[in-house]
């Protein structure tokens, strides 16, 4: 069964801590990428990766980092220097990047840190 | 700033009505377009996408969609709504590598 999971669902931590999200695809698919979500935000791209060993910035990448040592696996770790770190994080990948491509999702996890 | 405009936020419709959610975008020149769905607690999911040809394009469980290229617009639409369609819909512009996402409309459908 193909696709994308990313846990835990829920994770709660404390302020000052780093923690790091996970995400993993079996879809063989290039490129990956870490969405935020908040209520009435829609989506915002934090990070992506077209290839393994490379990632770029998205437009809210402060205060995250990310590594794409394999294929099948893009973490997010989301650092004590992110000044609000409380929302839906979401998972994205896509058979390649660029233009005409389909991204598909993961379940979520919703951090929220006090 | 370019962008991408969702017109309501929350959407109220009773069973068997008809749904129009609009969505506006703001980039010049070639544009990919999407509707994305997302029902509670589920994954998000495609509704439908447009690259080209035919701007009316159709998606799952009987949406559809137009793209008018005068207007920067990719509206969304279906005849007869039911309980199941409630969820939160987003419309998204895929620029590059890059999509960018409207603010999501959520809909409820009473029955």
């Known amino acids: 069964d193909g696709g994308i999971t990313q846990s835990p669902k829920y994770l709660f931590r404390k302020e000052g801590q780093n923690v790091t999200l996970s995400c993993e695809q079996n879809l063989n698919h290039d490129a990956m990428y870490w969405y935020r979500q908040d209520p009435g935000q829609g989506l915002r791209l934090i990070y992506y990766s077209q290839i393994v060993n490379d990632f770029q910035k998205g437009d809210i990448a402060e205060g995250y980092s990310v590594s794409r040592e394999k294929k099948e696996s893009f973490p997010l770790t989301v650092t004590s220097a992110q000044k609000n770190p409380t929302a839906f994080y979401l998972c994205?990948?896509?058979?390649?990047?660029?233009?005409?491509?389909?991204?598909?999702f993961g379940p979520g996890t919703r951090l929220t840190v006090t | 700033a370019q962008s991408v405009s969702q017109h309501n936020h929350h959407v109220i419709l009773s069973e068997a009505a008809s749904l129009e959610l609009g969505c506006n975008y703001s980039y010049g020149g070639t544009v990919n377009l999407f509707w994305y769905v997302q029902y509670p607690g589920q994954h998000l999911q495609l509704l439908l996408k447009?690259?080209?040809?035919?701007?009316l394009v159709k998606g799952i469980k009987g949406f559809e969609a137009e793209f008018i290229k005068s207007k920067f617009s990719f509206n969304l639409r279906k005849p007869s709504v039911q309980w199941s369609d409630t969820a939160e819909y987003f419309c998204a512009v895929q620029r590059g590598n890059k999509l960018v996402f409207g603010a999501g409309t959520i809909l409820r459908v009473k029955s």
């Open positions: 994205a990948s896509s058979i390649g990047p660029g233009t005409g491509v389909e991204q598909y």
């Open positions: 447009y690259f080209s040809g035919d701007p």
